[in-house]
């Protein structure tokens, strides 16, 4: 029985995972940096960048490239223990090779593709929740999402605002994506504050309040319906539910300082 | 007046349209514009009333010439009028859409003076949208019946999305609450916009930079509960409206009091037939999705909707020679019709009875719910270990369900104590 303590990145667990390959361990369970400590013995490992590439372009080689993009997002959604699941499809995958993506009912996989349909959910939810604010020219905005969906959020943003500046805060994952018309970056951070906003997003917002007052019907009332549809965690951080100054108290940042650091390096999109 | 004054009055006479969608056509982001557009849409908010906020949805004017008795802005109704500019609106739009309030603009009108007239004011906004703001996101536009053809186009040519509503499910109706406005005018434009879609579509085969004509074409909207049609009558004319007219969707929008006028039902007590439009909308989605005809869902005997079952649960019921489907070997045609499958689902079983047989513990791993399917489907030959049911209390079962569902007014709470449940 051991246990695998990382880093937390991709390149991090593929590491783990090629050594448990390589040494045919059967970890019972990942640990974080912070996590404290297992019942087990723990192996630490530093993230090999050479052999995480290796072993990643290996499961779309040799299971296929769609394995190998399930194997990528299933390490973005917020499953508990994701890397064991993971772990275990990536021994089947080189085992059994791509057939094993059609074993739905299998408690591993069927697992994994409810987390995965949870997080494109969530992604799909806040490709429209997201509400930006218009700070000196800058569009600045805050998710607080449960699987890590800015990575994925961010060609989408950058690619629809393609002439505009943006800065988007995950709380949850302390980590900023970075826009310059239409190139983008993602940077660790923390200790984010957003400035107070001028006349003119003010006025924006009130507007866009009075609207979604506005446009619903009175005699159809439907707050069940609502909240199928719009969960009630997204809202603490939409305008539509918020006034000028809970936004100013609760949303976190220094946007100014933030669009300092190099974000001109162009990702591929 | 304010922009603001403007913004609240133009919404609220806007918010009767149930179509808030902007699904249908897929656009990438344009150097120096503003704006994507993908194919399944996407909503941006969901009023108190449960609906989907996908576009900013205003009239361009509220003064209207005509006077139909089932509408708040009927020239005989006396609430305050205003019109945008097209500058106005634009920049409106431009700011929402900066902040990711909406996905784009769905621009309606009455009509002022005339059809021409709106339909010139309206071309004018999208027209500074489209070229001057180099606006990419998706615009719906209304297409006024009675305006010129050729500006009809030239609307289709700058909108995503067009729209005739046809207002009511019968011309007997129309011509009772809508005196203004006849059948001929309203299928005219529609049947414009279905052969300048299909002709922008064979254009674009030949030549790369050919106009693109409404891309994402046209959708409709009729009134529920106004007037005495049938539910039967209601789906084979928008059975119709997609076959003959190419529409992409239907709505239906259960009839709000919002006059007294003698030809509709009194507005005192009067409930909105919510569930009845929902009820349509669930038979919609089996005609365009699931491969069931109008004449199928319902038949002469059954003209209206059982409103204490969905209708496809409805159509099993009265199909029992249908029935059991077998997972592991039906087509997934079968699969779609079993109750409590939808396409997911049935998606699903096809792709993982590959590797290999499906048990019951397998489907409820795959995420099929069972609650209705149990009743309707066999794994390997066999049905649900240790179920019991005859026609009657699969009935009984199924509507007991839809009460847990609906929860609203008009459905009983079940009750261990009731008596009269069981």
Not at chain 1, 210 to 226: D, F, H, M, S
């Amino acid at each position: 029985m051991t246990a695998y303590r990382y880093d937390g990145t991709f390149a991090g667990f593929l590491t783990c995972v090629w050594d448990a390959l390589e040494s045919g361990a059967e970890p019972v369970e990942f640990l974080l940096p912070d996590d404290e400590a297992a019942l087990w013995e723990t192996r630490e490992l530093a993230a090999d960048a050479g052999r995480a590439r290796r072993l990643y372009a290996a499961l779309s080689r040799r299971v296929s490239p769609e394995f190998q993009a399930l194997i990528a997002r299933g390490f973005l959604t917020c499953l508990p223990q994701k890397e064991l699941a993971l772990l275990e499809l990536i021994r089947r995958g080189l085992r059994e090779g791509d057939r094993v993506r059609q074993d739905l009912s299998d408690p591993v996989m069927a697992k994994v593709n409810l987390a995965l349909t949870k997080m494109w959910t969530e992604w799909d939810h806040l490709k429209g929740f997201v509400r930006f604010s218009d700070l000196d020219g800058c569009l600045v905005g805050e998710i607080e999402p449960k699987n890590r969906v800015l990575p994925l959020l961010a060609s989408h943003f950058a690619e629809r605002y393609s002439g505009e500046r943006l800065v988007l805060y995950d709380r949850t994952h302390h980590e900023v994506f970075l826009s310059d018309r239409g190139r983008w970056k993602l940077l660790p951070g923390s200790d984010f504050r957003m400035g107070p906003a001028g006349a003119e997003e003010r006025a924006f917002r009130a507007m866009w309040r009075t609207y979604y007052q506005t446009i619903a019907i009175e005699g159809r009332l439907n707050p069940k319906c609502q909240s199928t549809h719009m969960p009630k965690r997204y809202r603490h951080v939409m305008t539509e539910f918020l006034t000028d100054e809970e936004m100013e108290s609760r949303l976190p940042g220094q946007p100014a300082k933030a669009l300092e650091k190099d974000h001109t390096n162009q990702l591929p999109p | 007046m304010e922009v603001m004054d403007k913004l609240t009055i133009l919404a609220d006479a806007a918010k009767y349209d149930a179509a808030c969608t902007s699904s249908g056509v897929i656009r990438g982001g344009k150097p120096g514009g503003i704006g994507t557009a993908t194919n399944s849409g996407c909503c941006h908010t969901f009023s108190a009333d449960g609906r989907c906020v996908s576009l900013l949805k205003v009239l361009y004017t509220n003064h209207c010439c005509y006077d139909c008795a089932y509408c708040v802005n009927r020239r005989s109704n006396d609430v305050p009028r205003t019109a945008f500019t097209p500058r106005e609106l634009a920049e409106l739009t431009i700011q929402f859409y900066r902040r990711n309030y909406i996905e784009g603009l769905f621009l309606s009108s009455a009509v002022l003076k005339s059809p021409d007239f709106t339909t010139e004011r309206m071309i004018e906004t999208l027209r500074l949208l489209r070229t001057e703001y180099c606006f990419n996101g998706y615009i719906h536009a209304k297409a006024i019946p009675g305006a010129d053809p050729g500006l009809t186009y030239e609307l289709g040519l700058l909108a995503d999305r067009l729209s005739v509503n046809i207002e009511l499910p019968s011309e007997g109706s129309l011509r009772l609450l809508a005196p203004d406005k006849s059948k001929s005018a309203i299928f005219k434009p529609m049947a414009q916009i279905r052969d300048g879609a299909a002709q922008s579509k064979a254009e674009l085969k030949l030549y790369r930079h050919a106009p693109r004509f409404a891309p994402a074409g046209q959708s409709t909207q009729m009134i529920v509960g106004a007037t005495p049609e049938s539910d039967r009558h209601i789906l084979s004319l928008t059975e119709g409206l997609y076959q003959k007219y190419r529409l992409k969707r239907v709505f239906f929008s259960a009839y709000m009091p919002v006059s007294d006028h003698k030809n509709l039902p009194a507005p005192m007590g009067f409930q909105p037939p919510l569930l009845r439009e929902h009820r349509l909308y669930q038979a919609d989605w089996l005609l365009r999705f699931y491969g069931f005809t109008a004449q199928e869902i319902l038949d002469e005997d059954h003209p209206n909707f059982d409103e204490a079952l969905d209708p496809k649960s409805d159509w099993a019921l009265r199909h029992p020679e249908f029935f059991p489907v077998e997972v592991n070997r039906a087509d997934y045609e079968a699969i779609l019709r079993v109750p409590g499958i939808g396409m997911r689902g049935a998606r699903k079983i096809v792709t993982a009875r590959r590797y290999g047989p499906l048990s019951f513990e397998g489907l409820k791993r795959l995420g099929v719910v069972m609650k209705r399917a149990q009743y309707f489907i066999t794994c390997s030959g066999r049905m649900l270990p240790g179920l019991r049911f005859g026609p009657d209390s699969v009935y009984r079962r199924l509507t007991g369900l839809e009460q847990g569902a609906s929860g609203g007014e008009g459905w009983q709470q079940l009750s261990l104590f009731n008596g009269d449940v069981s």
